[in-house]
């Protein structure tokens, strides 16, 4: 394997420091900087300064504005009665219209919970529901 | 929740509060009609926040006509204003706790805070912040490396005043 310079190693270190680098990426970095100080101080310094760019974007959103952002797209999503759009959205469909017994529903919900999250406007569309049935399966 | 990525992306490029809670609006209404293009090629955070892009750039083309908010030009005003003296490590080290980050901030274009965000805060690759900002990863990768010549010049200087 080739080893590479300087030049294109420095221009990974932000994202060795995030760990989002290919395996191979990584590894050339890894293998680099043990080696080179001039990398590896440069790698040391973006260390150094992650935590404090993380702790200044640490601020919570305005709960307030996060409500009436909320309720805005509400609005706009109540205007719009399109189908579900995807897995998550059919499945709840399914639930929703033909109810199961309750101690299934902890099971069902903790299975697409996940899916749920990332399907922000499922999530937004069914979130009456959802709520309606976290309770009745508690 | 994508609420939180949204906001602070939207937040970056745009001051006013008002101007800005309008923006993330849109963003989410967008992404609410557009549920069914996407492809599932890129992550999630990556579709929304390409479509955060897109709604900013709508936002100043609808305010100023011919506006050139994120061009290759604003781009290199952090490249021009790179850094000669770097700071060594042993005195980042010392100095970094001493830094008022709120006004360093500030003091970075939004460009240059979009990618630090972008990579540091939210953990994306390259790759995925090429394809938001919609240019070629090297270019990304060159952005990056003008932001922390000039990040280690303010760090300097807000550590020593």
């Known amino acids: 394997m080739k080893e590479w310079e300087c030049g294109e190693i420095d221009l990974l270190l932000p994202w060795y420091v995030n760990g989002s680098l290919t395996q191979e990426e990584n590894a050339q970095v890894a293998a680099h900087v043990a080696e080179c100080v001039s990398c590896r101080n440069q790698l040391i310094q973006l260390v150094l300064i992650e935590k404090p760019i993380q702790e200044y974007w640490k601020h919570p959103i305005d709960e307030e504005q996060t409500a009436d952002v909320f309720d805005s797209i509400m609005t706009a999503i109540g205007l719009n009665q399109g189908s579900p759009s995807s897995f998550t959205g059919h499945l709840l469909e399914e639930i929703l219209q033909d109810p199961v017994p309750s101690h299934w529903l902890t099971s069902i919900l903790s299975f697409i919970w996940d899916e749920i999250l990332k399907d922000t406007a499922v999530l937004w569309k069914y979130k009456a529901q959802i709520q309606r049935l976290i309770q009745e399966a508690i | ?161």
């Open chain 2, 1 to 161: 929740m994508l609420i939180q990525p949204v906001s602070h992306y939207v937040r970056i490029h745009i001051g006013p509060p008002e101007d800005a809670k309008d923006v993330v609006q849109e963003v989410f209404i967008a992404i609410w009609r557009g549920a069914d293009s996407y492809s599932g090629q890129s992550s999630v955070l990556s579709w929304v926040l390409g479509i955060s892009r897109r709604k900013v750039a709508d936002y100043y083309r609808k305010k100023y006509r011919n506006a050139q908010w994120m061009t290759r030009e604003s781009m290199d005003d952090d490249r021009i204003m790179e850094v000669k003296d770097e700071a060594s490590t042993k005195e980042i080290a010392q100095i970094v706790q001493k830094v008022y980050w709120e006004r360093l901030m500030q003091r970075l274009s939004p460009q240059a805070r979009e990618l630090i965000y972008l990579s540091f805060v939210l953990g994306l690759t390259y790759g995925e912040i090429a394809a938001i900002q919609e240019v070629r990863p090297g270019t990304i990768k060159s952005r990056m490396y003008a932001v922390r010549k000039k990040l280690m010049k303010l760090i300097r200087e807000e550590g020593l005043t």
